[in-house]
C-alpha cells in the first residue's frame, strides 16, 4: 500500500488524485459554495432589515447563519480555485491561514448546532415554572461557539497539531498525526475529537429527544406551537448537517487509525474524499432551507425581506404577519 511521504506534506504533491478528480471536486465546490452563500446571505440580511425575527431564539439562528455563511466564504474560493488549477495555489502562508480559518469554522458550525438545541431544551424545561431565558443568556451561548472555536483552532498554529496539504493536495486542513508523532500532536487531537466531535454529537441527540417530550407536554398554543415549528426546523437542521458530515468523518477515520496503529497513512479512496468535500460544501446551506420548509416566521420574513409583501404565502398566513 502506497505511503505519503512527510518530507513533501508541506509541499502539496499531487499524491494519487488525476486531473478529471480535481476538476470535478473544484466545480462542485463552487456549485455548492456560490449556492451556500446566496442562502446564508439572504438569511443574514433578513436579520438586518425584518421587523419578523423578533424572538431571542432567533439571535442563535443568527449565530447558526454566521458560522454557515464564514464557511463558505473562506471554502469555495480557495479550495475550488485550487481543485480547479490541480495544486494549491496561495503558497504556504495562506495554507496555514486557510486551514485555521476552515477548523474555526467547522468547529463553529458544530457549537452552533449544540447550543441551538440545548437552548430549545431549556425553554421547554422551565416553561411551566413561567421562567424566561435573559438575552444575556444568548449572548453567552454565541460568545461560547466562538470561543469554543478559536481555542481548538489556534493550538495547531503553535505546534500543537499541524496544518497541511489534505489528501487532494489541492487545500490546507488538518493533518492527522500519526503514532510516531510528538505527544503535543496526539494530545491536541484527541481532545479535539471528543470535545468537538464526539460529545456534542451525543449532547444533540440527547437534547433534541428531551425537547420533543417536554413540548409535546407543554406546548398547547398558538405561540408555543410557533415555537414548536422552530424545535423541528432545527433538529432538522442537525439531522440533515451531521447526515452530510458522515462522509468526512469516514475519511478522517481512513486516514487516521492505519496512522496510530500502523504509522503510515494510506491510500484514500478519490471517490470517499469527493463526496466528503462536497457533502461538507453542501451542509452549509441546510440552515435555510429548513427554515423555508419548516418554520412560517423565518419563512415569512425571508420572502417578503425588503417589503411588507408576503403574496408567495397563503393569504390567510399573509395578513397574520401583515399586522405583525
Known amino acids: 500500500m502506497q505511503n505519503l511521504f512527510d518530507d513533501l506534506e508541506d509541499d502539496c504533491p499531487w499524491y494519487y488524485f488525476d486531473s478529471s478528480y480535481k476538476l470535478l471536486l473544484g466545480a462542485c465546490l463552487f456549485i455548492f459554495g456560490v449556492f451556500g452563500v446566496l442562502l446564508n446571505g439572504w438569511l443574514f440580511a433578513t436579520f438586518i432589515h425584518s421587523h419578523l425575527l423578533v424572538y431571542r431564539s432567533h439571535i442563535l439562528v443568527l449565530n447558526l447563519c454566521t458560522a454557515s455563511l464564514g464557511r463558505n466564504l473562506v471554502g469555495f474560493p480557495f479550495a475550488g480555485s485550487s481543485a480547479i488549477a490541480k495544486r494549491w495555489l496561495f503558497g504556504p502562508s495562506c495554507c496555514q491561514l486557510f486551514a485555521f480559518l476552515n477548523q474555526f469554522f467547522g468547529v463553529f458550525q458544530m457549537t452552533a448546532l449544540f447550543v441551538a438545541v440545548f437552548e430549545r431544551y431549556l425553554l421547554a424545561k422551565f416553561f411551566r415554572r413561567e421562567k424566561s431565558l435573559y438575552a444575556r443568556f444568548y449572548w453567552s451561548l454565541v460568545?461560547?461557539?466562538?470561543?469554543?472555536?478559536?481555542?481548538?483552532?489556534?493550538p495547531p498554529l503553535f505546534g500543537y497539531g499541524k496544518y497541511s496539504c489534505d489528501a487532494t493536495g489541492t487545500t490546507c486542513t488538518f493533518l492527522w498525526p500519526s503514532s510516531s508523532s510528538g505527544a503535543k500532536h496526539i494530545g491536541y487531537s484527541i481532545p479535539y475529537i471528543i470535545i468537538c466531535g464526539v460529545v456534542p454529537v451525543i449532547a444533540i441527540f440527547w437534547y433534541m429527544g428531551k425537547a420533543v417530550r417536554l413540548e409535546r407536554i407543554f406546548y398547547k398554543g398558538e405561540q408555543q406551537k410557533e415555537q414548536t415549528r422552530l424545535t423541528q426546523s432545527l433538529h432538522a437542521i442537525c439531522v440533515v448537517t451531521l447526515a452530510l458530515w458522515i462522509p468526512a468523518a469516514i475519511l478522517v477515520g481512513w486516514q487516521w487509525l492505519p496512522l496510530l496503529i500502523y504509522g503510515y497513512r494510506p491510500h484514500v479512496p478519490p471517490a470517499l474524499v469527493l463526496i466528503a468535500s462536497i457533502s461538507s460544501e453542501a451542509a452549509t446551506s441546510v440552515?435555510?432551507?429548513?427554515?423555508?420548509?419548516?418554520d412560517e416566521r423565518?419563512?415569512?420574513a425571508l420572502l417578503g425581506r425588503m417589503r411588507k409583501h408576503y403574496a408567495l404565502l397563503q393569504p390567510e398566513r399573509a395578513k397574520r404577519y401583515n399586522r405583525a
Open 143 to 154: 460568545g461560547v461557539s466562538w470561543c469554543n472555536s478559536v481555542i481548538f483552532a489556534t
Open 298 to 300: 423565518i419563512r415569512a
Open 287 to 294: 440552515p435555510v432551507l429548513c427554515f423555508l420548509a419548516g
